[in-house]
Protein backbone atom coordinates (compact mmCIF):
# COMPACT_ATOMS: atom_id res chain seq x y z
CA UNK A 1 0.00 0.00 0.00
CA UNK A 2 1.04 3.39 -0.88
CA UNK A 3 2.36 6.34 2.03
CA UNK A 4 -0.82 8.47 1.14
CA UNK A 5 -4.08 7.43 -1.37
CA UNK A 6 -4.74 9.95 -4.11
CA UNK A 7 -6.69 13.06 -2.41
CA UNK A 8 -10.49 12.77 -4.42
CA UNK A 9 -11.25 16.41 -2.81
CA UNK A 10 -12.74 18.32 -5.42
CA UNK A 11 -12.91 22.21 -4.67
CA UNK A 12 -14.45 25.04 -5.35
CA UNK A 13 -11.93 27.59 -6.06
CA UNK A 14 -12.97 31.23 -7.51
CA UNK A 15 -10.44 32.00 -10.44
CA UNK A 16 -8.80 29.87 -12.83
CA UNK A 17 -5.40 31.13 -11.31
CA UNK A 18 -6.63 29.25 -8.16
CA UNK A 19 -7.22 26.47 -9.76
CA UNK A 20 -3.79 26.43 -11.73
CA UNK A 21 -2.66 27.07 -8.04
CA UNK A 22 -3.84 23.78 -6.46
CA UNK A 23 -2.81 21.82 -9.56
CA UNK A 24 0.62 23.03 -8.99
CA UNK A 25 0.57 22.42 -5.16
CA UNK A 26 -0.50 18.60 -5.62
CA UNK A 27 2.02 18.37 -8.29
CA UNK A 28 4.86 19.30 -5.92
CA UNK A 29 3.14 17.52 -2.97
CA UNK A 30 2.99 14.26 -5.07
CA UNK A 31 6.03 14.24 -6.52
CA UNK A 32 8.29 16.10 -4.04
CA UNK A 33 6.83 15.57 -0.07
CA UNK A 34 4.90 12.64 -0.18
CA UNK A 35 7.39 10.15 -0.97
CA UNK A 36 9.89 11.30 1.28
CA UNK A 37 7.57 12.13 3.97
CA UNK A 38 7.67 8.92 6.14
CA UNK A 39 11.42 7.96 5.80
CA UNK A 40 11.98 11.68 6.72
CA UNK A 41 10.16 12.23 9.75
CA UNK A 42 11.23 8.82 10.85
CA UNK A 43 14.48 10.39 11.06
CA UNK A 44 13.83 13.24 12.00
CA UNK A 45 15.00 15.48 9.34
CA UNK A 46 13.99 19.17 8.29
CA UNK A 47 13.15 19.92 4.80
CA UNK A 48 14.83 23.03 4.08
CA UNK A 49 15.26 22.63 0.54
CA UNK A 50 11.32 22.11 0.20
CA UNK A 51 11.04 25.41 1.31
CA UNK A 52 13.69 26.78 -0.80
CA UNK A 53 11.24 25.12 -3.23
CA UNK A 54 8.22 26.43 -1.90
CA UNK A 55 9.49 30.22 -1.76
CA UNK A 56 10.64 30.21 -5.66
CA UNK A 57 7.07 28.52 -6.34
CA UNK A 58 5.53 31.54 -4.97
CA UNK A 59 3.97 29.53 -2.39
CA UNK A 60 5.22 31.16 0.76
CA UNK A 61 3.50 34.71 0.55
CA UNK A 62 0.22 33.53 -0.98
CA UNK A 63 -2.17 35.74 1.28
CA UNK A 64 -0.08 39.03 1.30
CA UNK A 65 -0.25 41.57 -1.38
CA UNK A 66 2.25 41.20 -4.66
CA UNK A 67 3.52 44.56 -3.98
CA UNK A 68 5.52 43.11 -1.50
CA UNK A 69 5.83 39.35 -3.20
CA UNK A 70 2.82 37.96 -1.92
CA UNK A 71 0.14 35.98 -3.97
CA UNK A 72 -2.42 38.13 -3.26
CA UNK A 73 -4.79 35.39 -2.62
CA UNK A 74 -7.58 34.81 -0.45
CA UNK A 75 -7.66 33.36 2.90
CA UNK A 76 -10.19 30.84 1.11
CA UNK A 77 -7.71 29.40 -1.53
CA UNK A 78 -4.58 30.16 0.63
CA UNK A 79 -6.15 27.51 3.64
CA UNK A 80 -6.96 25.03 1.21
CA UNK A 81 -3.04 24.86 -0.35
CA UNK A 82 -2.08 24.40 3.46
CA UNK A 83 -4.70 21.83 3.77
CA UNK A 84 -3.01 20.14 0.57
CA UNK A 85 0.63 20.30 1.88
CA UNK A 86 -0.56 18.83 5.11
CA UNK A 87 -1.85 15.81 3.70
CA UNK A 88 1.33 15.62 2.14
CA UNK A 89 3.30 16.13 5.39
CA UNK A 90 2.30 17.97 8.18
CA UNK A 91 5.70 19.33 9.01
CA UNK A 92 6.19 21.08 5.72
CA UNK A 93 2.39 22.47 6.03
CA UNK A 94 2.61 23.69 10.00
CA UNK A 95 6.07 25.54 8.60
CA UNK A 96 4.40 27.19 5.98
CA UNK A 97 1.31 28.43 8.41
CA UNK A 98 4.20 29.27 10.99
CA UNK A 99 6.10 31.03 7.90
CA UNK A 100 2.88 33.17 7.48
CA UNK A 101 2.58 33.81 10.66
CA UNK A 102 5.50 34.99 11.56
CA UNK A 103 5.19 37.57 8.33
CA UNK A 104 1.79 39.15 9.75
CA UNK A 105 2.77 41.67 12.19
CA UNK A 106 4.64 43.42 9.50
CA UNK A 107 2.35 43.26 6.83
CA UNK A 108 -0.32 44.34 9.01
CA UNK A 109 1.05 46.90 11.00
CA UNK A 110 4.65 47.84 9.80
CA UNK A 111 5.17 51.25 8.01
CA UNK A 112 5.71 51.48 4.40
CA UNK A 113 9.25 52.07 4.73
CA UNK A 114 9.71 48.71 6.70
CA UNK A 115 7.23 46.67 4.21
CA UNK A 116 9.46 47.95 1.64
CA UNK A 117 12.29 46.76 3.22
CA UNK A 118 11.75 43.40 4.52
CA UNK A 119 8.50 42.08 2.75
CA UNK A 120 10.05 41.10 -0.45
CA UNK A 121 13.17 38.70 0.68
CA UNK A 122 10.20 37.58 3.85
CA UNK A 123 7.66 36.59 1.33
CA UNK A 124 9.36 35.66 -1.62
CA UNK A 125 13.53 35.59 -0.84
CA UNK A 126 13.75 31.64 0.21
CA UNK A 127 14.06 33.51 3.80
CA UNK A 128 12.38 31.17 6.43
CA UNK A 129 10.35 32.55 9.73
CA UNK A 130 9.94 32.03 13.07
CA UNK A 131 7.08 33.07 15.59
CA UNK A 132 8.65 34.08 19.41
CA UNK A 133 5.46 34.04 21.65
CA UNK A 134 5.15 31.79 24.68
CA UNK A 135 8.17 31.32 26.60
CA UNK A 136 8.63 28.52 29.56
CA UNK A 137 6.26 29.91 32.29
CA UNK A 138 4.08 31.32 29.89
CA UNK A 139 2.19 29.40 27.14
CA UNK A 140 -1.74 30.18 27.22
CA UNK A 141 -0.91 32.95 29.49
CA UNK A 142 0.99 34.67 27.17
CA UNK A 143 0.29 38.10 28.17
CA UNK A 144 2.64 37.53 31.42
CA UNK A 145 5.69 36.94 29.35
CA UNK A 146 8.97 38.03 30.90
CA UNK A 147 11.16 38.52 27.76
CA UNK A 148 12.30 42.07 28.01
CA UNK A 149 13.19 44.85 25.61
CA UNK A 150 14.96 47.61 26.77
CA UNK A 151 15.86 50.83 24.90
CA UNK A 152 19.47 52.44 24.69
CA UNK A 153 19.01 54.86 22.25
CA UNK A 154 17.87 54.40 18.80
CA UNK A 155 18.80 50.34 19.65
CA UNK A 156 16.45 47.81 21.85
CA UNK A 157 18.45 45.27 23.61
CA UNK A 158 16.26 41.80 24.29
CA UNK A 159 16.76 39.19 26.88
CA UNK A 160 14.54 36.50 27.93
CA UNK A 161 14.16 33.12 26.27
CA UNK A 162 10.79 31.94 24.40
CA UNK A 163 9.93 28.38 23.88
CA UNK A 164 7.95 25.61 21.58
CA UNK A 165 9.25 27.75 18.55
CA UNK A 166 9.12 26.00 15.49
CA UNK A 167 12.16 26.54 13.30
CA UNK A 168 13.87 27.43 16.39
CA UNK A 169 17.64 27.03 15.33
CA UNK A 170 16.85 27.26 11.49
CA UNK A 171 14.42 30.48 10.83
CA UNK A 172 16.31 33.55 9.07
CA UNK A 173 14.14 36.12 10.83
CA UNK A 174 11.85 35.59 14.12
CA UNK A 175 8.75 38.25 14.79
CA UNK A 176 9.59 38.28 18.63
CA UNK A 177 6.96 39.35 21.42
CA UNK A 178 8.96 41.23 24.74
CA UNK A 179 8.12 43.65 27.54
CA UNK A 180 8.60 46.98 27.26
CA UNK A 181 6.75 48.22 29.82
CA UNK A 182 4.58 47.14 33.10
CA UNK A 183 2.85 44.26 33.72
CA UNK A 184 0.18 42.74 31.01
CA UNK A 185 -0.73 42.66 27.93
CA UNK A 186 0.06 46.77 27.28
CA UNK A 187 3.63 46.45 28.34
CA UNK A 188 4.43 44.07 25.32
CA UNK A 189 6.00 45.06 21.87
CA UNK A 190 7.11 43.24 18.46
CA UNK A 191 10.15 42.94 16.86
CA UNK A 192 11.74 41.76 13.65
CA UNK A 193 14.83 39.90 15.06
CA UNK A 194 17.68 38.50 12.19
CA UNK A 195 18.33 35.06 12.34
CA UNK A 196 21.79 35.67 13.02
CA UNK A 197 21.65 38.21 15.18
CA UNK A 198 24.58 38.74 18.05
CA UNK A 199 22.99 37.04 21.31
CA UNK A 200 20.65 34.83 19.69
CA UNK A 201 20.58 30.77 19.88
CA UNK A 202 18.53 27.69 20.30
CA UNK A 203 18.61 25.37 22.43
CA UNK A 204 18.39 21.49 21.21
CA UNK A 205 15.64 20.31 19.57
CA UNK A 206 12.43 19.57 21.67
CA UNK A 207 11.69 15.37 21.64
CA UNK A 208 8.45 14.78 20.23
CA UNK A 209 5.78 12.35 19.81
CA UNK A 210 5.30 13.22 16.12
CA UNK A 211 6.56 15.93 13.93
CA UNK A 212 9.83 14.97 14.30
CA UNK A 213 11.63 16.54 11.29
CA UNK A 214 10.38 20.25 12.17
CA UNK A 215 12.51 21.69 14.97
CA UNK A 216 11.00 23.07 17.57
CA UNK A 217 13.22 24.46 20.60
CA UNK A 218 13.80 26.94 22.60
CA UNK A 219 15.29 30.51 21.55
CA UNK A 220 17.70 32.14 23.84
CA UNK A 221 18.13 36.50 23.52
CA UNK A 222 20.87 37.70 25.27
CA UNK A 223 22.09 40.94 24.89
CA UNK A 224 20.54 41.09 21.28
CA UNK A 225 20.74 44.86 19.74
CA UNK A 226 18.06 45.54 17.34
CA UNK A 227 17.36 48.72 15.70
CA UNK A 228 14.37 50.63 16.83
CA UNK A 229 13.55 50.36 13.38
CA UNK A 230 12.78 47.16 13.21
CA UNK A 231 10.61 47.42 16.09
CA UNK A 232 7.08 46.57 14.68
CA UNK A 233 3.77 48.71 15.25
CA UNK A 234 3.85 51.39 18.81
CA UNK A 235 5.65 50.46 22.09
CA UNK A 236 2.92 48.98 23.69
CA UNK A 237 1.23 47.32 20.56
CA UNK A 238 2.29 43.84 20.69
CA UNK A 239 0.06 42.06 22.33
CA UNK A 240 -2.67 43.31 19.92
CA UNK A 241 -0.59 42.25 17.41
CA UNK A 242 0.20 39.19 18.68
CA UNK A 243 -3.93 38.48 19.05
CA UNK A 244 -4.57 39.37 15.29
CA UNK A 245 -1.38 37.39 14.05
CA UNK A 246 -3.48 34.20 16.26
CA UNK A 247 -6.64 34.49 14.65
CA UNK A 248 -5.54 34.34 11.44
CA UNK A 249 -2.99 31.48 12.40
CA UNK A 250 -5.41 29.83 13.90
CA UNK A 251 -7.19 29.14 10.77
CA UNK A 252 -3.88 27.71 9.16
CA UNK A 253 -3.65 25.49 11.95
CA UNK A 254 -7.92 24.11 11.36
CA UNK A 255 -6.43 23.42 7.48
CA UNK A 256 -3.49 21.86 8.70
CA UNK A 257 -5.68 19.37 10.78
CA UNK A 258 -7.94 18.98 7.71
CA UNK A 259 -5.66 18.16 5.58
CA UNK A 260 -3.86 15.29 8.21
CA UNK A 261 -7.64 13.62 8.54
CA UNK A 262 -8.44 13.60 4.72
CA UNK A 263 -5.03 11.86 4.37
CA UNK A 264 -5.73 9.26 7.23
CA UNK A 265 -9.50 9.19 5.72
CA UNK A 266 -8.18 8.39 2.31
CA UNK A 267 -5.75 5.72 3.93
CA UNK A 268 -8.15 3.95 5.94
CA UNK A 269 -10.43 3.60 2.50
CA UNK A 270 -8.24 2.29 0.60
CA UNK A 271 -6.95 -0.56 3.04
CA UNK A 272 -10.79 -1.02 3.20
CA UNK A 273 -11.42 -2.00 0.08
CA UNK A 274 -8.36 -4.49 -0.53
CA UNK A 275 -8.25 -5.97 2.80
CA UNK A 276 -10.17 -9.38 2.85
CA UNK A 277 -11.59 -10.97 5.77
CA UNK A 278 -14.31 -13.86 5.59
CA UNK A 279 -14.37 -13.95 1.25
CA UNK A 280 -14.74 -10.35 1.70
CA UNK A 281 -12.83 -6.91 1.63
CA UNK A 282 -13.73 -5.22 4.97
CA UNK A 283 -15.32 -1.99 3.37
CA UNK A 284 -18.27 -4.57 2.91
CA UNK A 285 -18.71 -4.75 6.82
CA UNK A 286 -22.00 -2.31 7.92
CA UNK A 287 -20.18 -1.64 11.24
CA UNK A 288 -16.34 -0.33 9.69
CA UNK A 289 -18.43 1.66 6.84
CA UNK A 290 -20.41 3.47 9.50
CA UNK A 291 -17.03 4.52 10.63
CA UNK A 292 -15.54 5.58 7.25
CA UNK A 293 -18.87 7.72 6.80
CA UNK A 294 -18.35 9.29 10.20
CA UNK A 295 -14.97 9.85 9.15
CA UNK A 296 -15.75 11.72 6.24
CA UNK A 297 -18.44 13.61 7.63
CA UNK A 298 -16.23 15.25 9.74
CA UNK A 299 -13.85 15.96 7.14
CA UNK A 300 -16.19 17.61 4.89
CA UNK A 301 -17.74 19.49 8.20
CA UNK A 302 -14.29 20.69 9.43
CA UNK A 303 -13.54 22.18 5.54
CA UNK A 304 -17.02 23.78 5.52
CA UNK A 305 -16.20 25.59 9.13
CA UNK A 306 -12.60 26.85 8.57
CA UNK A 307 -13.45 28.14 5.02
CA UNK A 308 -16.77 29.81 5.81
CA UNK A 309 -14.52 31.59 8.69
CA UNK A 310 -11.87 32.03 6.07
CA UNK A 311 -14.91 34.03 3.62
CA UNK A 312 -15.33 36.52 6.67
CA UNK A 313 -11.63 36.98 6.80
CA UNK A 314 -11.75 37.64 3.11
CA UNK A 315 -14.55 40.10 3.26
CA UNK A 316 -12.91 42.58 6.19
CA UNK A 317 -15.45 40.94 8.99
CA UNK A 318 -15.35 40.38 12.59
CA UNK A 319 -14.08 36.08 12.39
CA UNK A 320 -12.29 35.65 15.79
CA UNK A 321 -14.93 33.63 17.18
CA UNK A 322 -15.15 31.28 13.97
CA UNK A 323 -11.40 30.85 13.86
CA UNK A 324 -11.27 29.87 17.06
CA UNK A 325 -14.36 27.46 16.35
CA UNK A 326 -12.75 26.39 13.29
CA UNK A 327 -8.91 25.29 15.48
CA UNK A 328 -11.20 23.38 17.93
CA UNK A 329 -13.31 21.48 15.94
CA UNK A 330 -10.74 20.51 12.84
CA UNK A 331 -8.43 19.47 15.06
CA UNK A 332 -10.43 17.50 17.46
CA UNK A 333 -11.86 15.81 14.70
CA UNK A 334 -8.42 15.07 12.93
CA UNK A 335 -7.97 13.31 16.37
CA UNK A 336 -10.86 11.40 15.96
CA UNK A 337 -10.44 9.88 12.33
CA UNK A 338 -6.54 9.80 12.59
CA UNK A 339 -7.31 7.65 15.70
CA UNK A 340 -10.15 5.51 13.67
CA UNK A 341 -8.13 5.19 10.58
CA UNK A 342 -5.34 3.62 12.88
CA UNK A 343 -8.81 1.48 14.12
CA UNK A 344 -9.75 0.18 10.47
CA UNK A 345 -6.39 -0.86 9.93
CA UNK A 346 -6.32 -3.30 12.65
CA UNK A 347 -2.67 -4.20 13.82
CA UNK A 348 -0.94 -2.72 10.70
CA UNK A 349 -2.28 0.29 11.60
CA UNK A 350 -0.57 0.42 14.67
CA UNK A 351 2.70 0.00 12.76
CA UNK A 352 5.23 2.04 11.22
CA UNK A 353 5.28 0.61 7.81
CA UNK A 354 1.22 2.50 7.50
CA UNK A 355 0.97 5.85 7.54
CA UNK A 356 -1.98 6.01 10.18
CA UNK A 357 0.10 5.64 13.08
CA UNK A 358 1.96 9.10 12.05
CA UNK A 359 -1.09 11.27 11.25
CA UNK A 360 -2.32 9.66 14.69
CA UNK A 361 0.97 11.34 16.18
CA UNK A 362 0.73 14.55 14.36
CA UNK A 363 -3.01 15.03 14.77
CA UNK A 364 -2.22 15.66 18.58
CA UNK A 365 -0.19 18.60 18.50
CA UNK A 366 -2.73 20.55 16.63
CA UNK A 367 -4.74 20.35 19.29
CA UNK A 368 -2.14 22.28 21.27
CA UNK A 369 -0.70 24.70 18.67
CA UNK A 370 -1.85 28.29 18.59
CA UNK A 371 -3.71 27.81 21.85
CA UNK A 372 -4.85 25.05 22.95
CA UNK A 373 -7.96 23.68 22.36
CA UNK A 374 -9.36 24.75 26.13
CA UNK A 375 -8.41 28.20 24.80
CA UNK A 376 -10.55 28.22 22.08
CA UNK A 377 -13.63 27.36 24.15
CA UNK A 378 -12.68 30.00 26.05
CA UNK A 379 -12.67 32.55 23.16
CA UNK A 380 -15.10 31.04 21.72
CA UNK A 381 -17.46 31.30 25.41
CA UNK A 382 -16.32 34.88 25.65
CA UNK A 383 -18.11 35.87 22.72
CA UNK A 384 -20.99 34.04 23.74
CA UNK A 385 -21.53 35.28 26.96
CA UNK A 386 -18.86 38.62 27.75
CA UNK A 387 -15.94 37.97 29.49
CA UNK A 388 -15.86 36.25 33.03
CA UNK A 389 -17.06 37.99 36.30
CA UNK A 390 -13.64 37.97 38.04
Not at 246 to 261: E, F, K, N, P, Y
Request: glycine share 10%; net charge negative; hydrophobic share 45%.
Amino acid sequence: MSDRAPQSVERRLPTEEARELIALVREIAEREIAPRAAEEEAAGRFPRELFSLLSASGLLGLPYDSAYGGGDQPYTVYLQVLEELAAARLTVALGVSVHSLSCHALAAFGTEEQRAAHLPAMLGGGLLGAYCLSEPASGSDAASLRTRAVRDGEVWVLDGTKAWITHGGVADFYTVLARTGGEGPKGITAFLVPGDAAGLSAAAPERKMGMKGSPTAQVHLDGVRVPDARRIGAEGQGFTIALAALDSGRLGIAACAVGVAQAALDAAVAYARERRQFGHPIADFQGLRFLLADMATRVEAGRALYLEAARLRDEGRPFSQRAAMAKLFCSDAAMRVTTDAVQVLGGYGYTADFPVERFMREAKVLQIVEGTNQVQRMVIARHLAGPESR
